[in-house]
């Protein structure tokens, strides 16, 4: 592997040599080899692997981390040449540490290379599978602070994480719930719950939740709290989850976009209808 600092910015045909498929071991043993390998004797191949991200690998080399490290799987081609087949970014960071010389590998001899792109493919969609109803499981068992917070959550106003279901008590859109406790639980714990109001204990999406906690924070800093009382969530209540969704879906229309800001904006003027008393946008 090149260990210049512009690694990123070359094409990777100018940076790794071209190996034949034949070059490659005929057989497959079932088992890797874990052995340490000098980080200068590893090659990746960029005919099937995906152009790095920078970014990426700059994080990874500013907070180097052994444990979350792990291994690379490494390929040794016939001619005993190593090719990082899953881990391409953390090898690329390692040379832009100078503390770093021998990394961590799971070494297979794959039978061609058409079966080490396949490897390499199906790692890396298994890996994009991970959603994040699974990161929240694993944070919640790992006793996460935010995990455990947005269990406590779920817990108290009766629901459940249910992927498929549309049913009482079912709830589909934890990433949404885990990313906003983990930015503000206290307020997300009252978002959640006027949802549930609104929903009258069944499924709600995502987009009311992030609608509605948008709203709350960006109230709050006016130094209205929208959760004091039923005054300002009796409308959504009133309009119930499918009103509320129309309305967003017709402001979405209106700007020409969507997010956060645009669902607070939809619930905003459905709680402001009859009141005296009304919610600014400012």
Known sequence: MSTSHD??????????ENTQPEDLFPELPGKGTQIEINKNKLQIDGRYQRRQ????VSHIAQNWNWQKFGSLIVSERKDKSYWVVDG????????????????????????NLAEEAKIFSE???????????DIYRSDNFAQEAPAVATEKILTECGYNIRKNSKGKGSFAAIGTLHRITKEN????????????????GRHF???????LFYLAKKQHSNGVDIFESNYWISNLIKTGVTGCRQAIQEKKKLFYRTGPNICARALMDIMNKRKRNKLTWV
């Not at 790692?123 to 109803?133: G, M």
């Not at 999406?205 to 609608?211: D, F, K, R, S, T």
């Open 123 to 133: 790692i890396n969609q298994r890996r994009e599978a991970v959603k994040a109803q």
């Open 7 to 16: 690694i990123l910015d070359r094409n990777p045909k100018q940076i790794f």
């Open 205 to 211: 999406p995502a987009e009311i939740l992030n609608g």
């Open 53 to 56: 991200k920078k970014s990426l």
């Open 185 to 200: 639980p206290e307020l997300a714990h009252k978002t959640f719950k006027a949802c549930s109001q609104i929903a009258e």
């Open 88 to 111: 391409g970014h953390r090898a690329t960071a390692s040379f832009y540490r100078t503390d770093i010389l021998n990394l961590p590998c799971v070494v297979y001899r794959f039978k």
